[in-house]
């Protein structure tokens, strides 16, 4: 892939919600998904940008081997990705420390492609969006692959029969700010291209812009934006209640 295209493929999925800051400045606040000023879920925030993914990939590679070490480690890419507020930081975030610890001690609790695809599925009914898309667990694995090869350390590769808590998260959100697997995933994907086989220019990653946004990109994002402007606390402690439930999150049946 030539670097120009290599270029605008990773603008794309890593930098889609910068794009999406924008658009929600416009429609329900400062930040992607969440409330404008004077809603209830103002205090809710969360993002992931191509500089989140940057520093998250960048993350000392340590081994969790108990719930010190996991807290650390999620404590570290809430960071990295700006999380706060009483449900995602509050109540998500210590649930993800459990839930990557469980992962670490048993590996067959990964969540499974098939079970991201679903998650994705639910948003895409929750969100309303005009013309859903569909996900299959192979989808899912097209992009992990591809994005494993840019990110190895954020996202699982190939070799893994799915992924930890935390990086099935990022999954989704990438997938659901990108309308589902861009074409230019699948493609990279076919070549089976190794992990951190990929390299792009940290400081030319927001020179292009996003030219190339397809309609489902645009309807998810607005229709993601608009969904959870509009929810109450009760009704965020829920769906992110459902999301863990639908991934098989240990710990789930906390929230």
């Known amino acids: 892939m030539r670097p120009q295209l290599l270029l605008l493929f990773v ?35 969360g993002y ?12 000392p590679d340590t081994k969790i081997a108990n719930l010190d070490d996991a807290q650390a480690y999620v404590k570290q890419v809430a ?19 459990k839930a990557e610890l469980a992962t670490a001690q048993d590996p067959s609790q990964l969540v499974s492609d098939d079970r991201l695809a679903e ?18 667990g192979t989808d899912v694995l097209q992009f992990r692959t591809t994005m494993s090869a840019i990110y190895p350390h954020v996202f699982s590769p190939k070799s893994m029969s799915g992924s930890r808590p935390v990086q099935a998260l990022i999954t989704l959100h990438q997938l659901v700010f990108n309308g589902g697997v861009p074409e230019g995933a699948k493609k990279v994907a076919q070549k089976d291209p190794q992990p951190g086989s990929l390299k ?3 400081s030319r990653s927001r020179a292009v812009p996003d030219t190339f946004t397809s309609p489902a990109v645009r309807e998810y994002r607005f229709s993601a934006i608009r969904y ?26 906390e929230l």
């Open 200 to 202: 792009i220019d940290p």
């Open 79 to 97: 960071a990295a990705c700006g999380v706060q507020g009483p449900i995602l930081a509050g109540e998500l975030l210590p649930r993800l420390a």
């Open 228 to 253: 959870f402007a509009g929810l109450s606390p009760q009704q965020m402690r829920s769906v992110v209640g459902s999301i863990t439930e639908i991934m098989a999150l240990p710990g789930r049946g």
């Open 119 to 136: 998650a994705f599925n639910f948003l895409s009914d929750q969100f309303q969006v005009p013309h859903p898309q569909r996900l299959t």
């Open 11 to 45: 603008l794309l999925i890593a930098g889609a919600m910068l794009i999406a800051k924008s658009l929600n400045s416009q429609v329900s606040g400062p930040e992607v998904g969440m409330a404008a000023e004077n809603e209830p879920m103002t205090g809710e925030r």
């Open 48 to 59: 992931v940008s191509p500089k989140s993914l940057q520093t998250i990939n960048s993350l």
